[in-house]
């Protein structure tokens, strides 16, 4: 399993688990909607009132796990809030997954993420032994950068 299939893995999940962290350190879950980019950053909308919008703006660092059947991917990702060209390269990529969300830019206060993976790991509990792959930078070649 190289780094480019665990990302095609990714991009046909299209929903997943989010993890933050609160202002008083416990954890925040919440299932989003996601979109892998071709670099195996993903990204998400949620509007600007939301727990998980407050605690990223807060501290960009987040969790994901994306699973089918007995594979799962799970990522520590740093987390960016695009603005300008980078907002609209992100929107269009989310836009590809999910067409709905063009409904949703009307929405007051709506914003998008885009997780930087920095860590990941892919599992596949259907294979005997298991297959687990771990990618201690993320997708990115040069472990200096996200």
Known sequence: M?????REF??????????????????????VGLATREDGSLVFDTLDTTRKAANLRRDARAAVTVYEGARTVQLHATVLEPVGALRDDA????????????????????????????????SDFDQQPPLVIELPHGFSPDPGRP
Do not use: K
């Open 2 to 6: 190289t780094a480019h299939e665990i």
């Open 10 to 31: 990714l991009s046909r999940q299209h929903h997943g688990v989010l993890a933050t962290v609160e202002a008083d350190g416990s954890p925040h879950a919440a299932v």
């Open 91 to 122: 929107v269009a990529a989310y836009l590809q997954v999910f067409p709905d969300g063009h409904q949703r830019l009307e929405w007051p206060g709506l914003t998008h993420f885009v997780l930087c993976p920095t860590w990941v790991r892919y």
